[in-house]
């Protein structure tokens, strides 16, 4: 298929069109799905006193239950974007929702620490995939120059999901039917959503443009012709598509890296910022869970402005070092004052750290070949995510004997300056045009 048009101006409406109707039709329900997605993962930081008063679980209990999420998520995570690529994201992504849901709802009747422990590490395995499917979605689906505003719209769920999840959590633990507590309503209701939504993505989505009938024939064609003239380009000069050397590549470990550091933030600052709240002075439940959501409320319009500046002015590596450069200055400065200039400058962090996230991905996603992009961007996003475990275990254990956190702040501003550094490498193995795998 290839598209014939009067002139470049035509053809550069045409692709608009296609364009401004796949964001149109996509978006909404990926930012919903994420935001399920992100309910069903930490809602259980909201019961951690009913785990703990009516099924008798202690702090080791809970904290090895929540981080499991992680493991199982990380385990799963490749496996999950290879059958995706190779079932399609109508099939499998409606897969993995219903999946989620329906595990989330589970965890409502646990009694037993392993019924616990076995149900979040289900859960990680049900949810992998999702993230880096709806990334490689976009890969598949929108030029490159469209997919800078596309993510941090999609990533913006997460910062949304951050906002409702405790008054949402708070009103939903309310309910009390079927001689169920609070807390299993909720799980219940978050999950059952959850599985709702998989069935509208079922009716909603299309794997491949294809198949779209709310596309015309020249919009398809636009759409395949830039795809196909970015992919010739990717193949030529970066990774063949050989799983099997995934980690021979240089380039891919330093996107790992990077990412690692940039998640390790996020995940800080989500478990740890309640209990800087909580330090402000005497508050509520729900007046704690308001002051939380402020650094996710203004990380929106951060990752928005980011995106639109490096869509603007090019240089998505320099944008990315700038937000992780505000992350490390935010991270040092709240260790130097007290805890309300401590939260202000981890509303500034916030800003630098949740930007760096949604301006990350258009990185690996321009250097892929699209034979492996599903692959690889599940490995980046799996070594990723082990920042959820390693960041509230290094900050409990910190906290527990020093009784302080503000080693680990120092650690999250080392690795921010890190990862800046490791920004430069990234020019440089791409100015040798990649690595090449040997054929399998």
Not at 17 to 34: G, Y
Not at 217 to 243: D, G, I, N
């Amino acid at each position: 298929m290839s598209i014939t048009v009067e002139n470049p101006t035509s053809a550069s409406l045409v692709l608009l069109s296609a364009v401004s109707k796949i964001k149109a039709r996509t978006l909404p329900l990926f930012v919903v799905m994420f935001i399920v997605n992100y309910l069903d993962r930490v809602n259980v930081g909201f019961i951690k006193e009913s785990l703990q008063n009516d099924l008798g679980f202690d702090s080791a209990t809970y904290g090895l239950g929540a981080g499991l999420f992680f493991i199982g998520y990380a385990v799963f995570e490749v496996p999950s974007n290879l059958l995706l690529q190779r079932l399609g994201a109508k099939i499998w992504l409606t897969r993995i929702t219903i999946t989620w849901g329906i595990i989330a709802s589970l965890l409502a009747f646990a009694k037993t620490s392993n019924q616990f422990y076995g149900l979040r590490f289900a859960l990680g395995a049900a949810e992998a995939g999702f993230f880096p499917g709806v990334i490689y979605y976009f890969t598949r689906w929108l030029p490159a120059a469209n997919r800078g505003k596309a993510l941090a719209l999609f990533l913006s769920g997460s910062a949304i999901a951050s906002i409702l999840s405790g008054p949402l959590s708070a009103v939903l633990m309310r309910i009390t039917s079927f001689g169920l507590k609070g807390w299993q309503n909720m799980l219940i209701i978050e999950g059952l959503f959850s599985v709702a939504i998989g069935v509208v993505a079922w009716f909603w989505l299309d794997s491949n443009y294809d198949d779209a009938t709310w596309l015309t024939q020249p919009e398809k064609a636009a759409l395949q012709s830039v795809l196909e003239t970015e992919q010739q380009m990717r193949a030529e000069q970066t990774v063949r598509p050989s799983t099997r050397y995934l980690l021979k590549d240089p380039q891919i470990l330093i996107y790992c890296l990077i990412y690692f550091a940039i998640q390790l933030s996020i995940y800080a600052a989500t478990f740890w910022l309640p209990t800087l709240i909580r330090k402000m002075g005497t508050l509520s439940h729900l007046q704690v869970g308001f002051l939380n959501s402020i650094p996710w409320i203004i990380s929106i319009a951060s990752m928005y402005g980011f995106a639109a500046a490096a869509a603007r002015w090019k240089r998505q590596r320099v944008w990315i070092a700038i937000a992780l450069m505000m992350a490390a200055i935010g991270m040092f400065l709240s260790t130097t004052s007290g805890p309300i200039l401590s939260f202000i400058a981890i509303c500034f962090a916030a800003l630098g750290f949740k930007s760096a996230s949604s301006l990350f991905w258009p990185l690996p996603q321009a250097y892929l070949d699209a034979r492996i992009a599903a692959a690889v961007i599940a490995l980046i996003n799996a070594v990723g995510n082990l920042g959820g475990f390693v960041a509230p275990t290094v900050f409990g254990y910190l906290e527990k004997n020093t009784g302080s956190v503000s080693g680990g702040l120092y650690g999250l501003t080392a690795t921010s300056l890190l990862a800046v550094g490791l920004l430069l490498l990234v020019r440089s193995t791409r100015s040798r045009q990649g690595f090449h795998f040997p054929q399998s």
